[in-house]
Structure formats: structure tokens, C-alpha cells
């Protein structure tokens, strides 16, 4: 019967293979094109008054924490005003970030995860509220610069298409016509700096070479500008690493997680810092322009960095809030209620957001900042535990389903092994972390949806299964050498496939854990990005299972090769085992 089974498990483990490639390939395209269902319509608050009349945004995209401080001209601005570190979450891909910063949703809300989405979602945005009250917005950067942030833009200025070291110069010269013209002056400008990112693409002596031309770019800009009358904010939209095929992002890593955020000028309190979320962003530029918060914004107001007529906005007392300060206050705590109201529906919970607002209700209305950050803290962390007791109650649901899984992969891996059969679990205890030694340290692969370039992670996955692949080849290799005192070909094809189903089997615990964790289908949650990325490893190792050798070639079933090779080596095994054997005997 054990020689049997190793016929078997040819058969199994080439079909697992194309199943694990098929279930892999649908479980990013579920996470790729999530469709989130928080966004129905809410009405918006009232327009309020500006803190400044002119603002001007320069999204430096890819520009690093430690690359802004080399910056003299960053380094000028935030001796004049804000320092101002962003806390992005994954994933940090270009245009999730984008879509982050102007709607303060996240990606779970706002349903961008990638770079080439099917559909952009319909997130309110800190643009359109702009424009719905009479904010004259210009735009200044690339086609999917406009596309995402400017729609309905009154000015547009494509870069896009020009010289890598031109378009930005470009760019800067666009900006400031469009605050000087003489009919139509721009009050909300939007500037895009790519030089940095396209320069990291060559690699990390390219994008260093590059800081010092895009801060010469921004004191162009702030020698051009006049601070009193003028809010200049310098913004990256993500950071990111270095690898050996270049820059990635996408990630959690801390290089890329965390952005530089410069303010100076009007209505930015000099001196200042601050730590704040990226989902903050957007409730304090609105707060800046006096338009509306975005409707499906998370975040608040960072009225650390804010000043309106030389007034304090931090006693949290409220005795020398302005009154502008708690109109933004209350604007602010109203529409987070109105979100989390309409949020608490879609997660099947309680309502909680308009009780919370209640109890602070008198409070942020007469300007105590402490109330508003009390209720912002309120509403965040029942909002979160809200999330955890809907997972708690799917992971409930699932765990059936679960111990049936565990239970059908024990009984496999027990029939598999069979009896004195002991190669097969010590090759898989050697292997496995042999594997992931050499994928952490040799392949420099992380649980991180930086392993993915551009958010498309094809060609990861093809080099991945191909140096699986070969891990695998050589696992079975030194299996086979084992086998020479076995009775015969086919039970040394047993050992050989054994020891290939039990790696397999650890793998599917993963693939099978993930299950209970978050589910295939991401409905109304997406899953922790270091998870997706383990379980999309673990299916693309059992994938390696049929590699893909030439792309005019058919996919080589690494099993029954491994079989034919087994019983080459197996037969030399033998023959050795048996001149021992004599050898012993004399």
C-alpha cells in the first residue's frame, strides 16, 4: 500500500500545484479589486471662514523622512512653521496614499489598494468640497496626477511626457502662473515633484543625486511666494526602500510608512511639530481652506500646527480658543459622527458615534481642545472594537469549517507517512526552515506588499516559484539518497513524495489559518497586509510544484520529474548500499 501511495501523491501534488496557483491569483484579485460599502452619501457640513487665503500643496512623491532632512529648503520651512511626521498605513502604494491624503479614508474605506484599480470608488474628497465653494483649484503634474486628484479642476498643467529632469522645473513654473494670473488666480494649488520617485527607479545613488535638484525646485518656489499672505505645505505621499531591483513601496517598513509633512505660512503656527495620521491630512487642509470636511474622513483636525489671528488653539480649557477654532472643532466631531453612524450599519453593530458626540457635544462647542481629541479617541476605539467583535463573531462561524481542514490534513499527512517511514518528517523539519532562512536573508523577501513592484506581483510570484522550485528539486534530491536500503523504486518514490506532502501540509496550515483569520472573500474588511502577503507565499511555494521553465514552454510537473529522478538515484543508492553490505560482511 505505501508504494502505492507514492503514486498517488504524483498525481495530488501536481493537481494541488495548479489549484494553489489559481486559488492565489483570485485571492489578490479579491484584495486588488476590493469594493468598499462605506461609501454612500452623507451630506456635508457648512462652508467656514479660510485660515488662509492662498494655499499651495507640492506632493513630493517617494520622498523619504531621512531624505527631507537633508534639505535646506525643507530644513528653512520648518524653522518657519510645522514639522510634521505622517503615519501611512498599507497599503502605501502611489495612488491608495494619494486617495488617502485628499478624502482622510482609508484604503478599507475608500477602496483603492493598488496602482491600477478597475474603479477609482466615489470617496468624498477635500478637492471637491473645495470646489463645491468656490475655491479656485489649479492642478499641476502628471495625466493620473489630474485624474485622481483634479477632476473638474478649473486649471490643469500636464507634465506628464516631458524630460525626467525638465518636467519638474516645469511644474514649478506652472505653479507659480497660476497664482500670478491676472484673470483667474489660483487659491488652491496642487503641484506634483516626480523627479524622486523616477530617479529611485535607478537606484539609491540616483535618488540621492536628485534630493538636492528638488530642493533647489522648492526654494524656487518659496523665494517666489510671500509666507504672510500664503500657506506653502510640502508633502510626500510615501517613502521607499531599496532593494536589488530598486525602489519598492507598498509596505509597512518604517522607510516608507513614514512621510515628511512641511507647513509655513499663514495659519501655520511656527515652531511647531507634530505626529498625526495621513487620514488627518485632508480634515486639516480643509480646515485651512474653510471648505467642508470630506464626508468619509477618519481622521482630525491636527490643531497643533494651526493659528488663526496669533490666538492658542492648545488650552484645553478653551480660555484663548478663537472662535474660528471651535467652529473647526465642531465641524470636524460632527462628521466624524455622521461617518461612524453610517459605518456602524455596514459592520452590523450598535450605533455609537452620535451618543459619543453628545456627552462632548457642550464642550467642543465652547472650544475645549481636550474634549474634541477626548471624542475623537471615543469614536476610533469603538470603532475598532466594534471591527473585533465582527471578526471575533466570523472567526466563530468559520471555525467549523476550520477544524475540518485541520483534521483532513493530519489524516493526510499520517496516511502519507506510513509506518517506519521517518525521512519524510525529517526532511520537511530540515527543510522549512532551511527555506525560510534563505528567503529572508538570501532573497531579502519580507511579510510586506513592498515584495510587489508597482502593486503588480506577477513577476514576484514567477521568480518565487522558480527558486522554490529548485529548493524543491534539491529537497527531493537528498531524499532520494536516503532511500538506498529501501526494498524497491516505489517505495523510494513513497519516501520522496512524502517528504514533499508534508511541506506542502505546512503551508496549507498556513493557507488554512489565514481562512480563520479573514476569510477568502473582503467584503467589508481587508485583511492585515502581512497576512495576505504570508498566505500568498505559502500557495505560490505549493504552486512551485509546476514550474514555468520558458514562456513558450508547457509547465514541468516538479513530482514526476522528481519520481524519474528518484529512481536514478535510488538505483546508485542501492548498488552502494549493497557494496557495503558485502564489504561489511568479509
Do not use: K
Not at 305 to 310: D, E, F, N
Not at 375 to 395: G, I, K, N, P, W
Not at 417 to 426: A, F
Amino acid at each position: 500500500m505505501q508504494r502505492i501511495i507514492g503514486l498517488i501523491l504524483i498525481v495530488a501534488l501536481t493537481i494541488a500545484a495548479s489549484l494553489a496557483s489559481r486559488f492565489r491569483d483570485t485571492l489578490w484579485a479579491g484584495y486588488r479589486d476590493y469594493v468598499s460599502p462605506y461609501l454612500t452619501e452623507l451630506p456635508a457640513g457648512p462652508p467656514r471662514p479660510a485660515l488662509s487665503p492662498r494655499i499651495v500643496v507640492v506632493l513630493v512623491r517617494a520622498l523619504r523622512m531621512d531624505a527631507s532632512r537633508q534639505m535646506d529648503t525643507l530644513n528653512d520651512l520648518r524653522r518657519r512653521g510645522a514639522d510634521v511626521t505622517l503615519m501611512l498605513d498599507a497599503p502605501t502604494y502611489r495612488l491608495p496614499r494619494w486617495l488617502t491624503l485628499i478624502s482622510g479614508a482609508s484604503a478599507q474605506v475608500h477602496g483603492v489598494t493598488n496602482n491600477y484599480p478597475a474603479r477609482l470608488g466615489s470617496a468624498d474628497t477635500l478637492i471637491r468640497q473645495a470646489q463645491a465653494n468656490g475655491r479656485n483649484t489649479a492642478f499641476i503634474g502628471s495625466q493620473q496626477f489630474d485624474e485622481v486628484l483634479g477632476a473638474g479642476a478649473g486649471r490643469f498643467e500636464l507634465t506628464e511626457g516631458l524630460d525626467i529632469n525638465a518636467r519638474d522645473d516645469v511644474a514649478i513654473t506652472a505653479t507659480l502662473s497660476a497664482l500670478n494670473d491676472p484673470l483667474t488666480p489660483s487659491s488652491l494649488v496642487f503641484t506634483e515633484l516626480a523627479l524622486l520617485e523616477e530617479s529611485a527607479r535607478f537606484g539609491q545613488r540616483s535618488y540621492e543625486s536628485a534630493i538636492n535638484a528638488t530642493d533647489r525646485r522648492l526654494r524656487t518656489l518659496l523665494d517666489a511666494i510671500d509666507l504672510n499672505t500664503t500657506t506653502l505645505i510640502v508633502v510626500s505621499d510615501r517613502g521607499v526602500i531599496f532593494g536589488p531591483a530598486g525602489a519598492l513601496d507598498g509596505g509597512d517598513e518604517s522607510e516608507v510608512a513614514r512621510a515628511p509633512m512641511v507647513l509655513a505660512g499663514a495659519g501655520i503656527r511656527p515652531n511647531s511639530q507634530a505626529l498625526i495620521y495621513a487620514t488627518d491630512f485632508a480634515p486639516t487642509l480643509a480646515a485651512l481652506t474653510g471648505a467642508p470636511m470630506p464626508v468619509h474622513a477618519q481622521g482630525q483636525i491636527a490643531l497643533s500646527v494651526l493659528t488663526a489671528s496669533g490666538a492658542s488653539a492648545t488650552n484645553t480649557a478653551g480660555a484663548d480658543t478663537p472662535p474660528m477654532f471651535n467652529e473647526l472643532m465642531w465641524a470636524s466631531a460632527a462628521q466624524l459622527a455622521a461617518f461612524y453612524e453610517a459605518w456602524s450599519e455596514v459592520v452590523d453593530t450598535p450605533r455609537f458615534a452620535a451618543e459619543a458626540l453628545r456627552l462632548h457635544e457642550s464642550r467642543i462647542r465652547n472650544g475645549e481642545v481636550a474634549a474634541y481629541q477626548s471624542f475623537v479617541m471615543s469614536v476610533t476605539a469603538q470603532a475598532q472594537a466594534a471591527r473585533d467583535r465582527r471578526l471575533a463573531t466570523e472567526r466563530a462561524q468559520r471555525l467549523p469549517a476550520l477544524m475540518a481542514a485541520g483534521l483532513l490534513a493530519l489524516a493526510i499527512a499520517l496516511i502519507t507517512i506510513g509506518r517506519r517511514m521517518w525521512q519524510p518528517v525529517v526532511g520537511a523539519a530540515l527543510y522549512l526552515p532551511a527555506w525560510y532562512a534563505f528567503a529572508y536573508f538570501a532573497r531579502r523577501d519580507r511579510l510586506s506588499l513592498s515584495l510587489f513592484p508597482d502593486s503588480n506581483p506577477a513577476l514576484f510570484f514567477t521568480d518565487f516559484e522558480r527558486s522554490a522550485a529548485i529548493s524543491l528539486g534539491l529537497l527531493c534530491l537528498l531524499a532520494a539518497a536516503t532511500t538506498g536500503e529501501q526494498e524497491d523504486g516505489l517505495e523510494a518514490i513513497s519516501t520522496v513524495m512524502s517528504t514533499l506532502t508534508i511541506v506542502m501540509i505546512a503551508h496549507l496550515a498556513i493557507v488554512i489559518g489565514f481562512y480563520w483569520q479573514w476569510g477568502f472573500d473582503f467584503t467589508w474588511n481587508l485583511p492585515a497586509s502581512s497576512a495576505l502577503v504570508m498566505v500568498l507565499l505559502a500557495l505560490s511555494h505549493v504552486s512551485a510544484l509546476s514550474t514555468q521553465v520558458s514562456p513558450t514552454l508547457p509547465d514541468l510537473p516538479v513530482p514526476l520529474i522528481a519520481a524519474i529522478v528518484t529512481l536514478v538515484v535510488y538505483s546508485l543508492a542501492r548498488q552502494r548500499a549493497e557494496r557495503n553490505r558485502r564489504r561489511w560482511w568479509r
